[in-house]
């Protein structure tokens, strides 16, 4: 805080000098909403200050903002912004298709899918990957077999410090 717009702006900066694809993830702890309740005076002012720097932004390189909040972000970055994209949480099929590629060699043709996919409901791409490679490392590291029960049990490790009952 305070000196936020300042190495924003040595970011801008930089942006300009060297072309490249700049990340700026978790956008929403800058982006969000001016005005809401928890909001504090210095965020607003680091949010203008990004608006100001992307309308002055001529440079050729790709700005990209990551979110998984996008409901609370301030309506006035979706103009400056050229494009927009929204992922969804993997359907059935997906899940499918993350976890027997992901487990392609540690799993046998009569895994039991069904049993898995409603625990994974609500899970990103990423954390379904993520079990997937936890379970690879508890069969190569205790010499067991890929099974139904193993998988839930990382499921549950993995998720029991944040699951809402």
Avoid at 32 to 50: H, Y
Avoid at 67 to 81: C, E, G, P, Q, V
Avoid at 85 to 110: C, H, M, N, R, W
Wanted: with cysteine.
């Amino acid at each position: 805080m305070g000196e936020s717009s300042l190495k924003l702006s040595k970011i801008f900066d930089l942006i300009s000098q060297n072309q490249g694809v700049y990340l700026f993830d978790e956008f929403d702890a800058i982006g969000a909403q001016r005005g809401m309740e928890n909001e504090v005076g210095e965020m607003r002012r680091i949010l203008n200050s990004f608006l100001q720097f992307m309308e002055r932004d001529d440079s050729d390189s790709l700005i990209v903002a990551a979110t998984n909040s996008m409901a609370i972000l301030d309506k006035a970055l979706f103009r400056r912004f050229d494009d927009v994209v929204e992922y969804a949480l993997p359907t059935d099929e997906e899940k499918l298709k993350i976890i027997s590629g992901q487990l392609d060699g540690f799993i046998k043709k009569s895994f039991n899918f069904d049993e898995i996919l409603p625990l994974m409901d609500k899970m990103s791409h990423a954390e379904i990957t993520m079990i997937c490679r936890d379970v690879m490392k508890e069969s190569l590291l205790e010499g067991i077999g890929v099974n139904e029960d193993l998988v839930k049990t990382i499921i549950n490790q993995r998720f029991s410090a944040y699951r809402v009952s």
